[in-house]
């Protein structure tokens, strides 16, 4: 801690490093009473548990080869519906602590750009628990419905990248947004429309969120209706990917160091 004359008088002042750290601590101690990160991950788990139970039961006795091919492309389909899920709590986090005066209580206590940094881990991490949630939920819906599935690591690492992505996704376009019912419907939106939007021009679709997020993390999108023939190269893929992250929450932190929050 520094201390620094000011008009005569000495001034204690922490280092930066202690300030970051202190709210990171802060921060990390708000995830026990998280009941929007709970609320999410229920639904999370309760939605892959409903799209997986409405597989035929008699699949169980289907070669492992057809099994393992279903639950390939259910995979896809609950690791979107999982970014979904990621990025309400990740719009819903901030502005449920906007209305509630969270947000503008911390600003007493650190600067601006500090409170917005911090929030960041907390989107990715709650992001990635809302994603694993679903997962779970689908492969033990599957395992009762299907029988025994191995489960593939790499497309676990992949859905739980997603859903750390589509957390920071709904963070920016929340601290845009700030208002909470708003921010539901556009985040949403955002990330449901494309998906809709596949049926009728795949070629534009797959650049959206949050096609192209599947398509950045290996992810099968064929199962959600779009062509082989519109499908995009995975590098092409992460760069539009890492653009659209990149706008998210560079408007969001150009609004959040910009407005009044009240």
Not at 127 to 138: N, P, Q, T
Not at 227 to 249: E, F, I, K, N, Y
């Amino acid at each position: 801690m520094d201390r620094r004359a000011r008009g005569g008088r000495l001034v204690h002042r922490t280092p930066e490093g202690g300030v970051i750290g202190r709210a990171l601590r802060a921060q990390a101690r708000s995830f026990a009473g998280d009941i929007v990160l709970l609320g999410v991950t229920v639904a999370a788990l309760l939605m892959s548990l409903s799209l997986a139970m409405s597989i035929p039961p008699d699949l169980a006795g289907a070669p492992l080869e057809a099994r393992e091919a279903l639950a390939g492309s259910l995979t896809a389909v609950i690791a979107m519906y999982g970014a979904v899920l990621a990025a309400v709590y990740g719009s819903f986090r901030y502005t449920v602590d906007r209305r509630d005066g969270v947000i503008a209580q911390r600003l007493m206590l650190q600067s601006r750009w500090v409170t917005l940094l911090v929030r960041v881990p907390g989107a990715v991490v709650g992001g990635a628990v809302v994603s694993l949630a679903g997962m779970v939920g689908g492969h033990l819906a599957l395992t009762v419905t299907a029988g025994g599935i191995p489960v593939e690591w790499s497309t676990v690492g992949s859905t739980l990248a997603l859903g750390a992505v589509a957390g920071l996704w709904g963070m920016g376009l929340g601290v845009v947004v700030q208002v909470h019912l708003v921010a539901l419907f556009l985040v949403s939106l955002s990330m449901s429309g494309p998906v809709l939007l596949a049926m009728l021009w795949g070629a534009g679709a797959v650049y959206l969120p949050p096609l192209v997020m599947l398509e950045a993390f290996r992810l099968d999108i064929g199962a959600l209706g779009v062509a082989a023939t519109d499908r995009l190269d995975g590098s092409l893929a992460a760069g539009v990917t890492a653009g659209w992250m990149v706008a998210a929450l560079l408007a969001g932190a150009l609004a959040f160091l910009r407005r009044d929050v009240t």
